[in-house]
T-cell receptor
């Protein structure tokens, strides 16, 4: 079975400060991990993914995420937040040896204050 | 590349009528298409997955006869909400997947359905 948790419903950060959106996962085998962003009344946009290789993954719009196998985490980070980063962020996981359908977290609302 | 469109982007219909939502992969062939429902400030609820030319696989609790899914080609899937009721009002999002190592999904922009 595969599952993913986003422990924070909302994250608040001041513009220019670093941001972190947390994600932890559980899979039986090797994880495929994804981050998506959703702006109001829009579909989800792909940000980045981890399949294998370097634990630090760089994605769109200056975002990056670090895969930590021992902590089963895949936190999304950005060194300097922008007001335009305010959106809903979803983490997703797929078990390499399991279903091809990913499981999505409940989403974290990121609010960047000017 | 990897663009998915949905039509319409929003629709208002009366109770008892049916509404069809189209999902198209514009520049690639989708092995599988997914239909999600999203309530305000909530996560995605997977409704069903469909492969081209075969019947959709519905998630538990989703009424097959109410939410009809047709996957006629590798670039088109439709969701028809039959005999719509106000409680069907929601944001419906489709996504398309390409078989491969990572099975990345490409999402459509969503359709806002309001049933009056």
């Amino acid at each position: 079975a595969q599952s993913v948790a986003q422990p924070e419903d909302q994250v608040n950060v001041a513009e220019g400060n670093p941001l972190t959106v947390k994600c932890t996962y559980s899979v039986s085998g090797n994880p495929y991990l994804f981050w998506y962003v959703q702006y109001p009344n829009r579909g989800l946009q792909f940000l980045l993914k981890y399949i294998t290789g370097d634990n630090l993954v760089k994605g769109s719009y200056g975002f990056e995420a670090e895969f930590n196998k021992s902590q089963t985490s895949f936190h999304l980070k950005k060194p300097s937040a922008l007001v335009s980063d305010s959106a809903l962020y979803f983490c997703a996981v797929r078990d390499e040896g399991g279903s091809y359908i990913p499981t999505f977290g409940r989403g974290t609302s990121l609010i960047v204050h000017p | 590349g990897a663009v998915v469109s949905q039509h319409p982007s929003w629709v208002i219909c009366k109770s008892g009528t049916s509404v069809k939502i189209e999902c198209r992969s514009l520049d690639f062939q989708a092995t599988t298409m997914f239909w999600y429902r999203q309530f305000p400030k909530q996560s995605l609820m997977l409704m069903a997955t469909s492969n081209e030319g075969s019947k959709a696989t519905y998630e538990q609790g989703v009424e097959k006869d109410k939410f009809l899914i047709n996957h006629a080609s590798l670039t088109l899937s439709t969701l028809t909400v039959t005999s719509a009721h106000p409680e069907d009002s929601s944001f419906y999002i489709c996504s398309a997947g390409v078989a491969g190592l990572s099975y990345e999904q490409y999402f459509g922009p969503g359709t806002r359905l309001t049933v009056t």
